[in-house]
């Protein structure tokens, strides 16, 4: 059976294609092709909403992307769920189910309403005025209250299974529209040869021809007209066609973002769909073509269901075959709301009465109307809508005031005239001009390679449009280098054409009132809002916008920011350009977080960097840690083992035995050249140029501001090669500040800079045992402490491959560090195990390894260090070079702050009770008794359990630190103040003997 | 995305590939550490920060790697020239406004 409101005759859609549907709980049947709203009125259903402050009821606006009221949820399952759709922007779909929004316990009786009753209460700026006392209120009280009772929708339980896809592309003309001046400018760029891509919103292309019912195109109907173009155009190789592909915005240099829906018009879309594919498109040349989009009429009650835009109506009967109502009325300020209503008649829907602002127009839509009989009152206005959940009736009167008359509809089709869709210019950062005639802002100054054609360019009448349009496609397509077309131009047989209409408040809603004449629906905004907002001292309309946010919600004022800016312009007595319009932004429609990240989360948000050696530690039952991109062995339980048993127990064997540990994320860089010793004396705090081929040294990197930048060591191979290493995290700026200098500040220097952090694999063995484990796989280098000392490097084989073989330590024992190409890391890495195993050597992970380094008080930059500490800080001043003229830092070094007493200077600190391990971050003062807030002296850097001392260790910034030697500081934290004793950085082997141990 | 021009590569390569590094033509002094208060102040600190024209030093990370100049207006974002490192701020720009 066909639904109540679907008129046998009208329409484009197949009436055998029917479609089943739900909206909140309740059955419905539709059309292939309907979207949700057309669905929904066909049945006739107007209440779809409630309002997002005064929990109003609302129906259908538009039947479009504007609209502001029609916010559905939609449900395909737990994790699907969409709040805020567009219901006439969402295509039918047979099982579509949707929910209406705001609104509790149900649609038509909400308890929110009383919102509506109160709503002298909720005035413009009733947020800034109400809830600025007491202070603390707003986090705790207001905000979240107020969050609770304005959301609309509800969010899904579940992360989105759908996926999204992404595409870059360029073109040389890129047609932002398919309306008949979009088609008409695609057909003449593609005539040329060049690379075309026109996108349009809707699923089917024609833009106002779908319900222009007057426009004849080259002797077709203007929609057929459309289909057909559309046609050809996709069966050109040189042309993209892309339908339900939304340009949502508009950047530099003609990149302009754009957004398909693939699958949401699809009942099961199937894994292979993505949800949405996002377009990201370079154009030599842009042609805006975005059409423009009807205003309502503002005056008493126009939120009220029933009541939408003439074109709105008109779409709806002639595209989709649905009558809004069967006795409506029409509210008009032009003539375009005339054709609506001689389609509807001719449908067979009775029109109650026209009602036109205007005191005497005349043209020839106005003849037909009346010829058809229907009443038309010149003159007049309509005051209010009656009617609550449905509109009633419209009251009508005079202009200037008079005998009110009261004329019973079901529908009001109202028209206040056109706003042209600049919002895409306006993006491109062209400059809007006001046209004081037309009463309307028009593209004016360009600001990149564009041209907008059509009605969003002010262009009124089909003839115009067309003749603009592919004149502006033949124009573009020849400027990025197109031939000359051999097409020709559309020729339009019979158009509409309108334009004017009225700005602002109509008849009883003026200066005065206090009726609810919407301007914007979805923030309900009234006219009386903006009033209000201009006599409490809003004069720019950026602020009145603010305060009232009237074109703040989800459509962006595509309705209301006209009218909001008319009221405020006749309330200041200034004209409209002076007020000014405000900024367009992106997105011109919501875009979903899904299409921006596309395939970006998950296991591909970011890159996963494993070392050579991961397979082997995952074998091993490793547990890991992420550091920066890398996967990292944290530590290697044994069964029955959790973390605290496992370090404890890395920690004692490496110091009793020996260990094993993968160093291989640490960041290497190859420093060669003639001048490469000249380049580390700037680069390093360290002097070079005496330190011998085959020996290392640990050395300290600054800013130039004298703060500590990375550090690491570094062996010289031969006279003109360094093996620089870096911290795992820094190794890509220190290489980005080593070729800064090396290309802009020192580019005399002939220095090659190499990365080799993925080439080498390092294994570092450490521990009393380590020689015993390596020196059986070495070949080609003297292992003694006589011919290979602490700190220094060696080039040889290892189980018969290369090897940077370098002894020293980051753990205070004897240590060698192993590095292999990361070829070989795995199986030199059990070539090592299998002899670690003959000794008791343990694998550790990168925990064992900072709490090894920690007793040795080995800092790590960026965890003792914050880029606020110097050298001297950090007790490394034996590290630079006294007799150096020149590093980078070493002006800064010499700031008056850096070298002013009561710095904070890195030491040890002991807890009185040993079991007692600080929190890392924990901030230190030297008297617990003062008042709050307490004067803070330092904080805690480096913390951990260390087995080896049978008890807490910490590293800690104190202000004068090594001046407090012996002192007693106290961390305050929340279950009490911790004693604390300040002590020197060394807690295992003072004398380093261990070293050569 | 903008687009710039590597002056090295050539040819203009999508902003993805380039990392800004800063205001350009600030030398460091070959006696840093014989430099006053004040000009080291000047040096390391200060930043014209205009609105409209900018010198910049931009790098090519993810394509040649190199360091260039480029000028660029800040109000519009557009560049008006780049330009090799080392080489003088340039007297005349190309088609800028005013």
């Given at each position: 059976?066909?639904?109540?409101?679907?008129?046998?005759?009208?329409?484009?859609?197949?009436?055998a294609k029917?479609?089943?549907?739900?909206?909140?709980?309740?059955?419905?049947?539709?059309?292939?092709?309907?979207?949700?709203?057309?669905?929904?009125?066909?049945?006739?259903?107007?209440?779809?909403?409630?309002?997002?402050?005064?929990?109003?009821p609302?129906?259908?606006?538009?039947?479009?992307?504007?609209?502001?009221?029609?916010l559905?949820?939609?449900?395909?399952?737990d994790?699907?769920?969409?709040?805020?759709?567009?219901?006439?922007?969402?295509?039918?779909?047979?099982?579509?189910?949707?929910?209406?929004?705001n609104?509790?316990?149900?649609?038509?009786?909400?308890v929110?309403?009383?919102?509506?009753?109160a709503?002298?209460?909720?005035?413009?700026?009733?947020?800034?005025?109400?809830?600025?006392?007491?202070k603390?209120?707003?986090?705790?009280?207001?905000?979240?209250?107020?969050?609770?009772?304005?959301?609309?929708?509800?969010?899904?339980?579940?992360?989105?299974?759908?996926?999204?896809?992404?595409?870059?592309?360029?073109?040389?003309?890129?047609v932002?529209?398919?309306?008949?001046?979009?088609?008409?400018?695609?057909?003449?760029?593609?005539?040329?040869?060049?690379?075309?891509?026109?996108?349009?919103?809707?699923?089917?292309?024609?833009?106002?021809?779908r319900?222009?019912?007057?426009?004849?195109?080259?002797?077709?109907?203007?929609?057929?007209?459309?289909?057909?173009?559309?046609?050809?155009?996709?069966?050109?190789?040189?042309?993209?066609?892309?339908?339900?592909?939304?340009?949502f915005?508009?950047?530099?240099?003609?990149?302009?973002?754009?957004?398909?829906?693939?699958?949401?018009?699809?009942?099961?879309?199937?894994?292979?769909?993505?949800r949405?594919?996002?377009?990201?498109?370079?154009?030599?040349?842009?042609?805006?073509?975005t059409?423009?989009?009807?205003?309502?009429?503002?005056?008493?009650?126009?939120?009220?269901?029933?009541?939408?835009?003439a074109?709105?109506?008109?779409?709806?009967?002639?595209?989709?075959?649905?009558?809004?109502?069967?006795?409506?009325?029409?509210y008009?300020?032009?003539d375009?709301?005339?054709?609506?209503?001689?389609?509807?008649?001719?449908?067979?829907?009775?029109?109650?009465?026209?009602?036109?602002?205007?005191?005497?127009p005349?043209?020839?839509?106005?003849?037909?109307?009346?010829?058809?009989?229907?009443?038309?009152?010149?003159?007049?206005?309509?005051?209010?809508?009656?009617?609550?959940?449905?509109?009633?009736?419209?009251?009508?009167?005079?202009?200037?005031?008079?005998?009110?008359?009261?004329?019973?509809?079901?529908?009001?089709?109202?028209?206040?005239?056109w706003?042209?869709?600049?919002?895409?210019?306006?993006?491109?950062r062209?400059?809007?001009?006001?046209?004081?005639?037309?009463r309307?802002?028009?593209?004016?100054?360009?600001?990149q390679?564009?041209?907008?054609?059509?009605?969003?360019?002010?262009?009124?009448?089909?003839?115009?449009?067309?003749?603009?349009a592919?004149?502006?496609?033949a124009?573009?397509?020849?400027?990025?280098?197109?031939?000359v077309?051999?097409?020709?131009?559309?020729?339009?047989?019979?158009?509409?054409?309108w334009?004017?209409?009225?700005?602002?408040?109509?008849?009883?809603a003026?200066?005065?009132?206090?009726?609810?004449?919407?301007?914007?629906?979805?923030?309900?905004?009234?006219?009386?809002?903006?009033?209000q907002?201009?006599?409490?001292?809003?004069?720019?309309i950026?602020?009145?916008?603010?305060?009232?946010?009237?074109g703040?919600?989800?459509?962006?004022?595509?309705?209301?920011n006209?009218?909001g800016?008319a009221?405020?312009?006749?309330?200041?007595?200034?004209?409209?350009?002076?007020?000014?319009?405000?900024?367009?932004?992106?997105?011109?429609?919501?875009?979903?977080?899904?299409?921006?990240?596309?395939?970006?989360?998950?296991?591909?948000?970011?890159?996963?960097?494993?070392?050579?050696?991961?397979?082997?530690?995952a074998?091993?039952?490793a547990?890991?840690?992420d550091?920066?991109?890398?996967?990292?062995?944290?530590?290697?339980?044994?069964?029955?083992?959790?973390?605290?048993?496992?370090?404890?127990?890395e920690?004692?064997?490496v110091?009793?035995?020996?260990?094993?540990?993968?160093?291989?994320?640490?960041?290497?860089?190859?420093?060669?050249?003639?001048?490469?010793?000249?380049f580390?004396?700037?680069?390093?705090?360290?002097?070079?140029?005496?330190?011998?081929?085959?020996?290392?040294?640990?050395?300290?990197?600054?800013?130039?501001?004298?703060?500590?930048?990375?550090?690491?060591?570094v062996?010289?191979?031969?006279?003109?090669?360094?093996?620089?290493?870096?911290?795992?995290?820094?190794?890509?700026?220190?290489?980005?500040?080593?070729?800064?200098?090396?290309?802009?500040?020192?580019?005399?220097?002939?220095?090659?800079l190499?990365?080799?952090?993925?080439?080498?694999?390092?294994?570092?063995?450490?521990?009393?045992?380590?020689?015993?484990i390596?020196?059986?796989?070495?070949?080609?280098?003297?292992?003694?402490?006589e011919?290979?000392?602490h700190?220094?490097?060696?080039?040889?084989?290892?189980?018969?491959v290369?090897?940077?073989?370098?002894?020293?330590?980051?753990?205070?024992?004897r240590?060698?560090?192993?590095?292999?190409?990361?070829?070989?890391?795995?199986?030199?890495?059990?070539?090592?195990?299998?002899?670690?195993q003959?000794?008791?050597?343990?694998?550790?992970?990168t925990?064992?390894?900072?709490?090894?380094?920690?007793?040795?008080?080995?800092?790590?930059?960026?965890?003792?260090?914050?880029?606020?500490?110097?050298?001297?800080?950090?007790?490394?001043?034996?590290?630079?070079?006294?007799?150096?003229?020149?590093?980078?830092?070493?002006r800064?070094l010499?700031r008056?702050?850096?070298?002013?007493?009561?710095?904070?200077?890195?030491?040890?600190?002991?807890?009185?009770?040993?079991?007692?391990?600080?929190?890392?971050?924990?901030?230190?003062?030297?008297?617990p008794?003062?008042?709050?807030?307490?004067?803070m002296?330092?904080?805690?850097?480096?913390?951990y359990?260390?087995?080896?001392?049978?008890?807490?260790?910490?590293?800690?910034?104190?202000?004068?630190?090594?001046?407090?030697?012996?002192?007693?500081?106290?961390?305050?934290?929340p279950?009490?103040?911790?004693?604390?004793?300040?002590?020197?950085?060394?807690?295992?082997?003072e004398?380093g003997?261990r070293?050569?141990? | 995305?903008?687009?710039?021009?590597?002056?090295?590569?050539?040819?203009?390569?999508p902003?993805?590939?380039?990392?800004?590094?800063?205001?350009?033509?600030?030398?460091?002094?070959?006696?840093?550490?014989g430099?006053?208060?004040?000009?080291?102040?000047?040096?390391f600190?200060?930043?014209?920060?205009?609105?409209?024209?900018?010198?910049?030093?931009?790098?090519?990370i993810?394509?040649?790697a190199?360091f260039?100049?480029?000028?660029?207006?800040?109000?519009?974002?557009?560049?008006?020239?780049?330009?090799?490192?080392?080489?003088?701020?340039?007297?005349?720009?190309?088609?800028?406004?005013?």
């Open positions: 059976m066909s639904a109540a409101f679907r008129i046998s005759g009208a329409g484009r859609l197949s009436q029917t479609a089943s549907f739900s909206f909140d709980d309740k059955s419905y049947s539709g059309i292939e092709g309907d979207t949700l709203a057309s669905a929904l009125l066909a049945n006739g259903v107007h209440l779809v909403g409630r309002s997002f402050k005064y929990h109003r609302r129906g259908f606006l538009s039947a479009g992307a504007e609209e502001p009221n029609a559905v949820q939609v449900v395909r399952d994790a699907r769920k969409t709040p805020n759709v567009r219901a006439t922007v969402q295509e039918l779909y047979d099982g579509l189910t949707a929910n209406s929004q609104r509790w316990p149900s649609l038509a009786f909400d929110g309403a009383v919102n509506d009753i709503s002298p209460l909720f005035s413009a700026g009733f947020y800034y005025k109400t809830f600025m006392w007491p603390w209120a707003w986090k705790d009280l207001y905000e979240p209250k107020i969050r609770a009772a304005a959301g609309l929708g509800v969010s899904p339980e579940k992360p989105d299974p759908d996926h999204y896809a992404s595409r870059y592309t360029h073109c040389e003309v890129l932002l529209g398919g309306g008949a001046a979009g088609i008409a400018a695609a057909l003449a760029a593609a005539e040329t040869g060049v690379r075309v891509i026109l996108a349009d919103e809707q699923a089917e292309f024609g833009g106002s021809l319900f222009e019912s007057g426009a004849k195109i080259d002797g077709q109907d203007g929609y057929a007209w459309a289909q057909g173009a559309i046609a050809r155009l996709k069966a050109m190789d040189n042309v993209r066609v892309l339908s339900r592909t939304t340009a915005g508009y950047y530099a240099q003609n990149f302009v973002g754009l957004v398909e829906r693939v699958s949401d018009h699809l009942r099961s879309p199937g894994r292979e769909l993505a949405e594919r996002l377009w990201q498109i370079r154009a030599n040349r842009v042609v805006i073509a059409g423009a989009i009807e205003r309502h009429m503002v005056f008493a009650n126009n939120d009220r269901p029933g009541v939408m835009l074109s709105a109506a008109r779409t709806y009967l002639n595209h989709y075959g649905v009558a809004v109502g069967r006795n409506v009325g029409v008009t300020a032009n375009s709301a005339y054709a609506a209503a001689i389609d509807l008649k001719k449908a067979g829907v009775n029109v109650a009465a026209i009602v036109d602002l205007r005191d005497n005349s043209g020839p839509v106005i003849d037909e109307a009346r010829a058809l009989g229907i009443e038309i009152n010149f003159g007049r206005a309509v005051v209010s809508a009656g009617g609550k959940l449905r509109v009633s009736s419209m009251t009508v009167q005079p202009k200037n005031g008079g005998g009110e008359r009261t004329i019973p509809v079901d529908a009001i089709l109202m028209s206040a005239g706003t042209p869709s600049v919002h895409l210019f306006s993006q491109s062209g400059k809007v001009a006001f046209n004081d005639e037309t309307r802002f028009v593209p004016g100054t360009y600001a390679d564009c041209v907008s054609v059509g009605a969003c360019n002010g262009t009124d009448g089909l003839d115009a449009t067309i003749d603009e592919y004149a502006a496609g124009k573009a397509a020849k400027e990025a280098g197109g031939k077309g051999k097409g020709a131009k559309p020729k339009v047989d019979a158009g509409e054409s334009s004017r209409g009225m700005l602002g408040a109509g008849p009883g003026g200066p005065g009132t206090t009726v609810k004449a919407f301007v914007d629906f979805q923030n309900d905004v009234t006219a009386k809002d903006i009033r907002a201009v006599h409490e001292g809003m004069h720019s950026e602020h009145v916008k603010r305060f009232t946010t009237n703040m919600a989800t459509d962006q004022g595509k309705t209301s006209m009218h800016l009221i405020a312009a006749e309330e200041l007595g200034k004209p409209i350009p002076q007020v000014g319009l405000t900024t367009f932004r992106a997105p011109y429609t919501p875009v979903t977080f899904g299409s921006i990240v596309g395939h970006a989360r998950g296991a591909l948000f970011d890159p996963t960097r494993r070392t050579a050696t991961h397979g082997w530690a074998s091993q039952g547990v890991f840690e550091v920066g991109h890398w996967k990292r062995a944290w530590y290697f339980p044994k069964a029955g083992e959790d973390m605290h048993k496992a370090v404890d127990r920690c004692v064997t110091r009793k035995v020996g260990g094993l540990f993968d160093a291989s994320t640490l960041g290497k860089i190859e420093v060669v050249g003639p001048d490469a010793a000249k580390m004396e700037l680069l390093y705090t360290n002097p070079w140029e005496k330190l011998e081929a085959g020996r290392c040294r640990y050395g300290i990197m600054l800013r130039e501001d004298g703060f500590i930048y990375d550090d690491g060591v062996g010289r191979l031969a006279p003109d090669r360094f093996h620089v290493t870096t911290t795992t995290g820094g190794a890509p700026r220190v290489m980005n500040h080593m070729e800064d200098y090396l290309q802009t500040e020192f580019p005399h220097l002939n220095v090659w190499t990365s080799i952090t993925e080439q080498w694999a390092v294994i570092a063995v450490q521990g009393p045992k380590s020689r015993d390596i020196a059986p796989l070495v070949e080609g280098i003297d292992m003694s402490d011919g290979m000392p700190m220094s490097v060696r080039e040889g084989r290892i189980c018969g290369p090897t940077r073989l370098f002894r020293m330590s980051f753990t205070g024992e240590g060698f560090e192993v590095n292999v190409p990361a070829d070989y890391g795995e199986a030199v890495w059990e070539a090592l195990w299998a002899e670690g003959k000794h008791g050597a343990t694998a550790y992970g925990e064992a390894m900072h709490v090894l380094r920690a007793e040795k008080g080995y800092i790590i930059v960026g965890q003792d260090t914050d880029g606020t500490v110097t050298p001297n800080d950090a007790g490394l001043d034996w590290a630079v070079g006294k007799k150096k003229t020149d590093f980078v830092g070493i800064g010499t008056s702050d850096l070298v002013a007493k009561g710095r904070k200077q890195l030491v040890g600190l002991k807890t009185k009770d040993p079991k007692v391990v600080l929190e890392e971050g924990a901030q230190i003062v030297a008297d008794k003062q008042p709050i807030p307490m004067k002296i330092g904080h805690v850097t480096s913390s359990w260390s087995e080896n001392c049978g008890r807490s260790i910490a590293l800690a910034l104190v202000a004068g630190g090594r001046n407090r030697m012996g002192e007693t500081l106290y961390v305050p934290m279950n009490g103040t911790i004693e604390v004793e300040v002590i020197g950085m060394v807690f295992v082997d004398k003997e070293l050569n141990g | 995305m903008l687009l710039i021009r590597c002056p090295y590569c050539e040819e203009e390569r902003e993805l590939e380039f990392r800004n590094a800063g205001e350009a033509h600030i030398a460091r002094s070959t006696n840093i550490a430099e006053s208060d004040d000009d080291f102040e000047k040096f600190f200060i930043r014209a920060n205009p609105k409209g024209v900018i010198y910049e030093r931009w790098r090519h993810h394509g040649c190199r260039f100049n480029a000028v660029r207006d800040t109000v519009t974002d557009k560049f008006i020239m780049t330009y090799k490192a080392g080489e003088p701020k340039p007297a005349k720009l190309p088609g800028a406004a005013k």
